[in-house]
């Protein structure tokens, strides 16, 4: 079938359907579950109004419950068996998880991302943010700074591999080492001190993301509690950290947690970079390694990624709520 019939007929069909849906559950509420007949005619109306928002609710509860959470107890079951699914083994793939000295040092790799990628792109974003506003090229500045995240990660992976170059006459990093004499290294294959190197391409990257939330949010802030500080005296720095951030603190941290989410997902950059090589195995990408060579195993780092972030983003959502309030 033609793309372009196929989705003219796609959106006809569910649009109808869900059309065909509320006027159907509302008939047979309305007449035949809680007809508005009668002495209980009353009562009757209350209890289908009661109900009705869950009918309406149920097709988006289904479809969750089908793709999200259904998954989530399939996966966990999963990861109880052997790769063939035939044998029950507990929680023998988890204990060989914590035995595993790469996967612990994969979980410290991790630990490193959560505590600098977050911390670093919400303070860079939120300077830019403060800063640009006081430019008259600000506008210009804010495009150029938010376009890496129109590249994808494996694009900016690639970008950063020739800044990253061993060659001096490619790599940034060497060329500065050779203008002093020194002798040029691999920086992805320094112990430790790599990691730092690939958390800065997602710091690059969210960055931007970062700066367009908080500049939002700068310009939100009354401008009455701005000049009643500059009226009692204060100075720049005092007004930034004692009266606008405060009154963005909320904003801050939802961007704060929502790149911390970010962070526990992404594998492309360490898979582009290294292939988690050199000491550089973060969670996902630990993952990754085990999909097509231990179904249990990789089904159970999964699981472990979801526990992880399951509070940092019920975190988020609590603050996301603040903010709209």
Known sequence: MNPIIQGIVTIVVGVGGCVGYFYLANTVLDRVIFPARGKDAGRNINRANAVRPWLFLFPAMFALGLYLVYPVFGSFVRSLYNRAGDEFIGLGNYASLFADETFRSAFFNNFLWVLVVPAMATFLGLLVAQLTDRLKWGNVAKSLIFMPMAISFVGASLIWKFVYANDPDIGIINAVRDAFGLNPLDPLQVPFWNNFFLMVILIWIQTGFAMVILSAALRGIPEETVEAAIIDGANPFQIFFKIKVP???????????????????????????????????????????????????????????????????????????????
Request: overall charge neutral; aromatic content about 12%.
């Open 247 to 325: 009154q963005i603190m909320g904003t801050i941290v939802v961007v704060w947690t929502t790149i911390t989410i970010l962070v526990l997902k992404v594998f492309d950059i360490v898979y582009t970079m290294t292939g988690g090589n050199f000491d550089t195995e973060i969670l996902p990408s630990y993952m990754m390694d085990f999909m097509f060579r231990d179904d249990g195993r990789a089904t159970a780092v999964a699981f472990v990624i979801m526990i992880v972030v399951l509070p940092v983003m019920i975190w988020n959502i609590r603050q996301a709520r603040k903010e709209m309030r």
